[in-house]
């Protein structure tokens, strides 16, 4: 395992919608990184790219990817992987992520993030195939937990289980969604704070919080509301397991003002401030 990345502090995912207003402010902004989407700027050129480079002068990033599919059984694309390469190599991300999840079959990419069984069979395949990626793109990639709503009868371990072992076996690093484990410990009925203890701290580079709704018999993961209270206090366990992590908001829909994300934002710092110690949130170089 590679030495972890250090403490960013607390970002947001990056949104057309705040280009001009972190451009222009006049006073520095009280947003310590910023995560960007990667397929919105795996292109050529074009407006995305010009604004990108001006933000990355002045903030650090991380790429988000939503396309990699690594729990697929199809082969690994490996023209999305060389854009994926060129993208970094343009914009230096302090780290890599993507999800724990199949998004397509047949070559068909159906724009979701669909979950696996727990089995050894998918632990052997999906930690295979993440090292190829990391060995492809010479650097360790962090994987997410996904939100769910159905669990498969052949599953032979937990989730929690599932995942801290492919860290290991795949040696990667871990993005913790705090929002994810909240919505399907309710929509499953686990124990969220077993799911936070079972995870090793070394693995876990990132905090995701977002937003949830409420659907008729579940809760889905939409990522268009602010962050709850409940997920919030997760936030707060998941502190003290983990520590000092690098922490941002998600918001994909229904995007407020930059001021109401700082807002969440300046939350999430407080209850951090309150459960770690100020040498612990000192920013990484």
Known sequence: MNEKPGFLGFGLGLRTQHYRE?????????ID???????????????????LERIRERFPLVMHGVSLSIASTQPLDMEYLAALKKLASRTNPKWISDHLCWTGVHSVNLHDLLPIPYTEEALDHVASRIAQVQDYLGRQIAIENVSSYVEFAESEMNEWEFVAELAQRADCWLLLDVNNVFVSGENHAFDKQGFIEAIPPERVVQFHLAGHSEGENCL???????VSDAVFELYGEALKRFGAVSTMI????????LAELLQELQRAREIASAILPPAALERAA
């Open 22 to 30: 972190i451009l222009e402010a006049e006073s520095q902004l009280p």
């Open 33 to 51: 990184w910023f995560e960007i989407i990667s397929e919105n700027y795996m292109v050529e050129g074009g407006k995305p790219l010009t604004m």
């Open 220 to 226: 889905i993961d939409t990522h268009d509301h602010p």
């Open 250 to 257: 998600e918001r994909d829909d229904n995007i407020p003002p």
